[in-house]
């Protein structure tokens, strides 16, 4: 299909004035606008409630592609609040100086309950900051993972990703997923993340079993 100008646009048999293409212009913009502005209002800033620092871990380096990026993580513990006595994890992403657009971050949660998740607004935010299997919380969390549509790039900064946890730290693997012109990179590193639910093990669980059967004869015993 040609398209002719002279002063206005003929397509499919329909003319659209250069007006008409210069509105249709700035709605898109004002659309877009709008998509950005909405993502901001729903990220979250740290919920309120007194914290103490409990651990940190800053610059942990994930060396790529001949450069590096580092992630500051840091836990601390509520003292107050609805989250009194629970864990408020933290993670921040730098790319310092490699050419992989960073685009995916992930850290372990060893199964610990996850209570509420989100990030804090900054110079690059995630699409997405999310329990792996996108569960109502609160319930057991394997992990967590961000993917960010707009990459992290060298000298750039990610949002403060966070979430509450029931448990205190241990270290775990993080990960951290781009893409340079060389191809897709992929790295680990341990970072601070929730210790795993306590499980009893099949030992302890015999002995209680044992116990529970001992106390139960001796009580039958005395009846006699």
């Known amino acids: 299909m040609k398209l002719k100008i002279a002063g206005s646009l003929m397509k499919y048999g ?22 950005l502005l909405l993502a901001a209002q729903n990220a979250l800033a ?25 992630v500051d993580c840091a836990v601390s513990q509520f003292t107050e609040g609805i989250y009194a006595g629970k864990y408020l994890y933290t993670y921040q992403i730098e790319n310092v100086n490699t050419d992989v657009g ?49 990459t992290i790039k060298n000298g750039s900064t990610s949002a403060v990703l966070w979430f509450v946890s029931d448990s205190p730290s241990t270290l775990a693997q993080g990960a951290l997923f781009g893409r340079s012109s060389s191809g897709p990179h992929y790295y680990a590193a341990d970072l601070l993340t929730p210790l795993p639910e306590s499980v009893p093990e099949p030992a302890t669980i015999a002995l209680l079993g044992i116990g529970s059967l001992l106390a139960s004869l001796s009580s039958k015993c005395r009846v006699f």
Not at 14 to 35: H, Y
């Open 14 to 35: 329909k003319t659209i004035s250069e007006g008409q293409i210069m509105g249709i212009k700035r709605i898109g913009i004002l659309v877009f606008g709008l998509v």
């Open 46 to 70: 740290v919920p309120a409630g007194s914290t103490v620092a409990y651990k940190s871990l800053s610059d942990v380096v994930f060396t790529m592609n001949g450069g590096s990026a580092i």
């Open 102 to 150: 960073l685009s995916f971050f992930s850290v372990a949660t060893n199964n610990s309950v996850i209570h509420d998740i989100d990030y804090d607004v900054d110079t690059v935010n995630p699409f997405t900051w999310l329990p792996v299997d996108d569960v109502s919380l609160p319930v057991p969390v394997q992990s967590v993972e961000a993917l960010f549509n707009k």
